[in-house]
């Protein structure tokens, strides 16, 4: 793929639409959202939420709340514990962050009694399209973990590979980025960065081709590579970005979306199902690739 609008015409073409569970939908933009991809054949959802609040905002985007299955729940955790509970109990197969705070909708999902866990790290994965830019890009995590430890960033890899893989890379190039792409003691995503790619030599890390570190420049530009002696695969190639913290990832995110006018599309994997999880400045375009995103992934697992 080269523009996430192909996302939304390969989600089209699946043969079951998948349901969504939106929690606390009561959110103008959301509703925006869920009823576009609707419209384009994706999803079916169930509001779980605010009646009253949901029909006003219906009502002012001129939504047919008919076509949707509509929960009544006006405090926003019992909405959300429900809208979980939903996916639980497999009505719903997907989830959607709708008007609920981020560690609310998490805390809910973690519960032991939802069984939505896996054992492997939760973890938001970003697609990015960016005009400047000639192929998508994958940036993990740029939102959910803070500090991820090495396992950590060892499952953001499979995780990431998974979104590559409905765009159609079956074998991605991963780069492992810090500030610098020379192995330094006085900075732990420098060793981190070794460690994995000799892991990924010995063959621990399959189903990537894995190398770092890497600074952004020699990740993303072959000819800053080749300025700089950084050879293999990965050198001015890097199908995904992995980040070393939060902190670097959320700004390379909000860079390329309000300084370089990408596009996005992002979703939580690593939980049972997939979940919508996008920012409260995102628009309506970017909430719809991530559901059309999110219902790829829900179908291959």
Do not use: W
Request: aromatic residues 4%; glycine residues 6%.
């Amino acid at each position: 793929m080269k523009k996430l609008s192909e996302l939304v015409e390969k989600a089209k073409s699946l043969e079951k639409k998948m349901r969504i569970s939106v929690a606390v939908a009561q959110d103008e933009v959301v509703l925006e959202a869920v009823e576009d991809a609707r419209k384009n054949g994706i999803i079916d959802a169930t509001f779980v939420g605010d009646q009253k609040e949901i029909e006003k905002i219906a009502k002012k985007l001129n939504i047919d709340l008919s076509n949707y299955e509509v929960i009544n729940e006006p405090e926003e955790l019992e909405a959300t514990r429900k809208a979980v509970e939903l996916v639980h109990t497999y009505h719903c197969d997907l989830l959607m962050k709708g008007k609920v705070h981020t560690a609310d909708l998490l805390h809910a999902v973690l519960d032991k009694n939802f069984n939505l866990r896996t054992g492997k790290t939760m973890n938001h994965v970003g697609i990015f399209e960016v005009p400047s830019y000639d192929r998508l890009l994958i940036i993990t995590d740029a939102a959910m973990v803070i500090a991820p430890t090495l396992e950590q960033k060892i499952d953001s890899i499979y995780n990431a590979t998974k979104v590559a893989h409905v765009i159609g890379i079956d074998i991605p190039k991963v780069a492992i980025l810090g500030a610098v792409e020379t192995v330094s003691p006085a900075m732990p995503a420098t060793l981190d960065a070794a460690l994995i790619a000799k892991m990924y030599d010995r063959k621990q890390i399959t189903g990537a081709i894995v190398d770092g570190p890497f600074a952004l420049d020699n990740a993303v530009s072959e000819e800053a590579a080749r300025h700089k002696g950084i050879g293999g695969p990965v050198a001015g190639h890097a199908d995904i970005l992995l980040v070393p913290d939060i902190e670097a990832g959320n700004i390379l995110y909000k860079g390329l979306i309000f300084i370089a006018k990408g596009k996005l599309a992002g979703t939580i994997v690593g939980a049972r199902v997939p979940i919508v999880l996008t920012s409260r400045a995102d628009d309506a375009e970017t909430r719809l690739y991530s559901i059309a995103l999110s219902a790829l992934l829900a179908k291959v697992g």
